[in-house]
Nanobody
């Protein structure tokens, strides 16, 4: 069992930055890939970014490429999402999730463990 705890959400003006953190209780086969998803009101949950602990490969949704950066701190079992040049359309609840080796990175169904979510609101 892997527990994930997000932090760092808040309210920011358009063009601003926020950094989200996700602390994992353990690093196991089931948490080999860490991802961030988001869900805006009335919309489906969508993939944002993911990182493999082994090797550090990253993957981004086109909508955030060049603005968001995912990174991991191995010793702390913590994953970060640095969000720059935020836009009002980035407003959503952001979720951290963990998936096992070999999973399809952008597919929410691949992720077995989820955090409780943290609200990000970008005002225009």
């Amino acid at each position: 069992q892997v527990q994930l705890v997000e932090s760092g959400g808040g309210v920011v003006q358009a063009g601003g930055s926020l950094r989200l953190s996700c602390a994992a209780s353990a690093r196991t086969f089931s948490s080999a890939i860490m991802g961030w998803f988001r869900q805006a009101p009335g919309k489906e949950r969508e993939f944002v970014a993911a990182i493999k602990w082994s090797g550090g490969s990253t993957y981004y949704a086109d909508s955030v490429k060049g603005r968001f950066t995912i990174s991991g701190h191995n010793a702390k079992n913590t994953v970060y999402l640095q969000m720059n040049s935020l836009k009002p359309e980035d407003t959503a609840v952001y979720y951290c999730a963990a998936a096992p080796y070999g999973s399809s990175w952008p597919s929410a169904e691949s992720y077995h463990y989820w955090g409780q979510g943290t609200q990000v609101t970008v005002s225009s």
